[in-house]
């Protein structure tokens, strides 16, 4: 008995290691590579740089002739907020909406929104484009925005989850005491649901931040890059740049994940649950 | 309004012209609103929705000539009108309704002894009772304009012929389902269809698979009592879902590539290079493909089954461990159908996400075509064809038709997956 679950001990930590290691190590592999000293792929011995400097840092912002990361980043950084707030707060809404209120068109628009969820995520960009243009947001950074927060109440499942497990009956002792729907929402719903605002917003904000489809189709001044698009344009004689972009890009994201973890735990498990 | 009463005079009047029953019930804010909603849509008919109704039906009917100076019609846009058209049609009617309802209340209010509601009161209950017509207004404009209008029109553009050589300033014009018997019988069509699809099921089951096995596993194996610092084992699994998923494919596209580290170190120890990703590279770059798509994916899946793990209701395990029951046992008996249980929505999420995986091989093998298929390589699902056929090579009229296909095929799936999981079936057995 003692053998055997020291053997077992030996093993699930065996295998905790090599998971760790997988994960781990693609992440140091390009966070070492953004120090190298020369930019090329082909200058790497193996896996890692032969000598190692913060120049590709320097030349990442500093020499934008070819390659304007700063722009990227500031264009990135503009439609990712955006679309964050109108995202969320749609969403947030709608799901309140949809969980709290009895209406005749509710169940209808439950189903339609899991229907349209099948349909392929891109199939309609040819008509979205067309739409665009009619509007005359091509090239315009508003366009995408508008489509992010369109669509990002499509999404609202999760957030309606969360809203069913608060009770009803507080809500009910607020009517009684006359408060307003509205008011029901603002000072008792909405100060509650702080997890799955802060779960919302981040989704909100990845999805614009990493999307690489509707940036490539939209924009197609370079000067209205976004990092992903851009940091796509880079080859293999650019690797370093590429690392040190996609580090400088993920560093903060890495952080705010693990600060919010344990919302992004709750939100998953809230709407995963069938309600 | 279970109980039937008759429409009066003035109810009458607003289902002949909308708001009138309101003017003359004394509302006249809503009254005027009505009429002027009346007043927007006609004008809109009279001077472009009209013409756009027909136009949805002609898709165009001169064709530009630059000789002649004539100056065509644009088919697309006018398909697009169109529908805009046909949606305002139904928006209009929409409006009417509720304005006959709206009358009908009205006449139902002054008939028990109320009076019709003030202008002020009825714009107070959309904070209140009709709250939530308040804020649904906006989403559902939303998803109207950038989702569902545009399934209508691929939905449309599937039952025209689009594309090609027939784009704008050429007409467009409606060929019912040709497209369709085009993808699965023409020689230039069928052979890559049908080869794409066996590959997109066999994808989709094996990495679904793959990433929610390995997911709950890891869940489990963190869960162990052995395990010490879990905070620290986490964090890495949390570090690979934190990176964006275009940065860790194209870093695999890199790993993978032949100047790339992996050939570097076959090289050096004296070997050839192996092209990982090439064009003959059929299923090594597909295993790859599984591999990356499981350590993108993974993670997720884990942190969700550690949320669902810590809810399982431990007694269960502890009978079961003093009635003798093997760890493994425990897993099968009574962890797995918990877990199964509690996530066959998450589940069928991800089959469908993978069923649809664009990235993976998009940026793993994007813009290679292989002999033998038409337009995209032995690694490509249906959507990445989808987005070579209609996106890179403007065969927008198939590219349609694909996406219904693969509608159709996912919500098939669906719909089978959702009426047959326990969940569906006995809702409460766990709770």
Redesign the interface.
Known sequence: MKVS?IA??CV??I??IV??F???F??L??ILASFSKSGS??S?????PSSYSLDTFRTLFTDTAMYNYPRWFRNTLFIAVMSCLVGTF??I??A??MSR?Q?GARKT?MKT?L??????????????Y??MT?FGLINNMWGLI??Y???A??GYLTQKGFFDTIPSSIDEAARIDGA???QV?TRINLPISMPIIVYTALTSF?FP??D??LPK?LLKEKDLYTV?VG??SLG?TE?AR??AG?VF??VP??I???CL?KF???G??AG???G | MSTRMKPNKKVKASMCLMGLGQLMYGQVGKGLLYLGVLALGIAYFVFRGGADLVGLFTLGTREMDTWLGIEGDNSVVMLLMGILAVIALLLLAAVHISNVRDARETQRIVERGGRPAAFKEDAKQLLDKKFYKTVLFLPVLGVCVFNILPIIFMIAIAFTNYGGSIVPPKLVDWVGVDNFVQITTLSQFAPTFGRILSWNLIWAVCSTALNYFAGLGLALLLNKDCVKGKVFWRSFPILAYAVPGFITMLGFKFMFSYGGPINQLITAAGHRAVGFLDIDAKWIARFIGLGVNAWVSVPSIMLLATGILSNRDMSLMEAARIDGATPWQQFRRITLPFVLFSTTPVLLGQFIGNFNNFGVFYFLRGGLYIDGYFLASDTDLLINWLYNLSISNNYYNIGAAISLVIFLITSLISLIIYTRSASYKEEDTFR
């Open positions: 679950k077992d001990t699930t930590y295998i905790l998971v760790c997988i994960f781990f693609p992440c592999w390009l792929i082909y790497f011995e193996g896996f890692f749609l969403t809404l709608t309140y909406t209120f209406f628009m929104t229907i349209l969820g099948m349909f392929p995520s891109f199939m309609g960009m040819i008509a979205v067309i739409i009619q508008l489509i927060s369109a669509n109440p499509m307003t729907n509205f929402f990845t931040w990493s690489f489809i189709l992903a940091l796509m293999d690797f590429f690392a996609a890009i993920a994201i890495v705010l994940y693990f973890v992004m735990v709750n998953m498990t995963a649950v069938k």
